[in-house]
């Protein structure tokens, strides 16, 4: 094959000035174009860069960052010393089986829904599910990227040499000082250098715990139901998960005792405030007889605190009344912020968190400061508050519509939440087969069974609140509930 000369190839492009594209993403774009119609054959090579820059009247600067940018994205070559060459066109990609819209085309479920294909299906991309009831995320639209982007921004603008290094293994300083503040406001006392260390989300800042204090065939308590994600961490480590009931004030207290007693824990796992999947709040009374049975049995207790931004406020605090002796307090912002912005929090006493941060030291080096700096300017400019305000405000009315809706379709609430985004809820059936016919029809729904660490069969369903906005939803539902078998 003759290979095209930079001569055989015109310019043909024109800057135009104070356009809303930039001159290197006009160029880029230009050139693409070009190429995907074919005007631009592969092995064609490209003017040099001094005669692009000469004919078309821009910066030679200009011309390498838009060669540049074409070479990322596999349009173009770059051959040392011989210039730009339009590369071989590839085929397109064979899609993946079972994609498709969202709501048109399902995902054959295996022939048991297990934690790790509700993962897969929550995080494939793009996803052949709608996600009603088996993601734990709000909707981007009902958070506020806008806020997030102008942080990102501002963190661009005052930052230069900072990001090329490691930064503290302890974390951001400036954030960590914010978080002491926060912490402290909340009767917690945490301080900044002592007891607080930042983590990628509250799912790492768990698996240092784990990885930390638990041996294979320790016993280690969790809530049943609870987050089904931290069984798959813990059995991976060889513990012995031992499920307590929770009931809507908190875990069903004599059987703590007993099963502390039977077992001899090394941990106990409970959510707080804003429980996950059940949306319910620990009682002041529960949480003092929590730490009074942890002395007892000599238990720590860790305090997940995903979703207590979700709280109206006044929630008792394990970490408060114990003041960070036997509790470890885990906290983050990719729930209220964005879950791509991986900035959770561990708080405890000093000599615990002096071994997690070896251990992640040990495990990832430190984590990304340029997330937990812009997490770190979010809360300085004083619009965290208000943002979380407004979040709790429509998850309030969601939840509401979306108590309502399930009641029309036959599906009970025994017990209802008064805050958060879950709703915990049973069909009266098996909700395995109803989340497996839900997922033939394109639809993600998170069975019960998944949420008791001994995987038992169970009526139950959690319905995240965001489901009330997705259009057809209900319909949906009601043929799912309604179809034979089911």
């Known amino acids: 094959m003759t290979v095209a000369t930079s001569s055989d190839v015109p310019v043909g492009w024109r800057p135009v000035r104070q356009a809303d594209a930039t001159l290197v993403t006009q160029l880029a774009d230009d050139v693409a174009r070009r190429i995907d119609d074919q005007g631009l054959r592969p092995g064609t090579r490209l003017p040099s860069i001094r005669k692009m820059a000469q004919q078309a009247g821009v910066s030679r600067f200009t011309v390498v960052e838009a060669y540049d940018r074409l070479v990322a994205r596999g349009l173009v070559q770059s051959r040392r010393g011989a210039g ?36 897969r299906s929550m995080f494939r991309e793009p996803s052949a599910l709608a996600m009603p009831g088996g993601a734990g995320l709000l909707p981007a639209d009902w958070l506020d990227p806008d806020m997030v982007a102008a942080a990102v921004r501002a963190v661009g603008r005052s930052v230069r040499g900072q990001l090329v290094s490691y930064g503290s293994e302890l974390g951001y300083g400036p954030l960590r000082q914010q978080l002491a503040s926060r912490l402290q406001a909340e009767g917690v006392p945490a301080h900044p250098d002592r007891n607080l260390l930042t983590t990628n989300g509250v799912t790492h800042g768990l698996d240092l715990i784990a990885r930390h204090l638990v041996r294979p065939g320790d016993a280690v308590l969790v809530e049943d ?23 809507p004030d908190g875990p069903d207290l004599q059987q703590l005792d007993r099963l502390a007693a039977l077992h001899k824990p090394r941990l106990f796992i409970v959510n707080t405030a804003v429980h996950n999947p059940t949306g319910h709040t620990l009682s002041a009374g529960a949480a003092y007889d929590i730490l009074r049975l942890a002395e007892r049995h000599d238990f720590l207790v860790v305090e997940d605190d995903t979703y207590g931004e979700l709280h109206p406020g006044g929630a008792t605090k394990l970490a408060s009344l114990d003041r960070l002796n036997r509790v470890i307090l885990a906290g983050g912002f990719s729930k209220m912020l964005a879950a791509s912005l ?116 169970s009526t139950m369903m959690r319905f995240s609140v965001a489901m009330v906005d997705t259009p057809g939803i209900w319909d949906a539902l009601a043929d799912v509930l309604a179809e034979p078998g089911n």
Not at 94 to 118: C, E, F, M, Q, Y
Not at 242 to 247: I, L, T
């Open 84 to 119: 730009f060459f339009v590369r071989a066109r590839r085929g397109p990609l064979a899609p993946v089986a079972g994609s498709g819209p969202a709501g048109n085309t399902g995902l054959a479920p295996p022939a048991r829904i297990d934690v790790a294909w509700l993962l």
């Open 225 to 247: 139901p609870a987050w089904f994600v931290i069984f798959g961490r813990l059995a991976a480590f060889g513990a012995r998960l031992v499920g307590v009931p929770r009931w």
């Open 342 to 457: 991986r900035v959770g929090y561990l708080a405890a006493n000093e000599e615990l968190v002096r071994k997690l941060a070896d251990l992640k030291m040990l495990a990832g080096l430190t984590t990304p400061e340029l997330g937990e700096r812009v997490v770190h300017r979010v809360l300085v400019e004083g619009q965290y508050r208000r943002h979380i305000e407004r979040v709790r405000a429509r998850v309030n009315t969601a939840r509401q519509r979306c108590l309502a809706a399930l009641a029309g379709l036959g599906v009970s609430v025994r017990h209802e939440p008064h805050a958060g985004m879950f709703v915990w809820a049973d069909c009266g059936r098996d909700s395995e087969t109803l989340a497996r016919a839900a997922a033939s029809r394109g639809l993600l729904l998170a069975p019960g069974s998944l949420f008791s660490p001994a995987q038992a069969p």
